[in-house]
């Protein structure tokens, strides 16, 4: 089993910055494919990024790439999100989530990760 949690969230002005962080339990992260979510209020969840079980392979969707960076801590056990030139449309809650997988291939959509934290809101203030 893997616990997840989130923190780092909060209100930051457009064009600011922001990191949140992810630390696991259960699994070291070397194991885990692990991915950001984020959800605004009534709208779909949607992939921010991801980073594979090797800490190196990562992918953003377009709304992002650019100004988001997912990085690795081993020592810590977490995964960290970098936001930059944050804007209003950021704002919504930031789900951490992971899976046991060194598959090759990423999942994209939210039912492929088994393991969920239970969200950090991140508000940007126009």
């Known amino acids: 089993q893997v616990q997840l949690v989130e923190s780092g969230g909060g209100l930051v002005q457009a064009g600011g910055s922001l990191t949140l962080s992810c630390a696991a339990s259960g699994r070291t992260v070397s194991t885990l494919t692990m991915a950001w979510f984020r959800q605004a209020p009534g709208k779909e969840r949607e992939l921010v990024g991801t980073?594979?079980?090797?800490?190196?392979?990562?992918y953003y969707p377009d709304s992002v790439k650019g100004r988001f960076t997912i990085s690795r801590d081993n020592a810590k056990n977490t995964v960290l999100l970098q936001m930059n030139s944050l804007k209003p449309e950021d704002t919504a809650v930031y789900y951490c989530a992971a899976k046991e997988s060194r598959a090759l291939v990423v999942g994209l959509s939210d039912g492929w990760y088994d393991f969920w934290g239970q969200g950090t809101l991140v508000t940007v203030s126009s």
């Open positions: 980073v594979k079980w090797n800490g190196v392979t990562t």
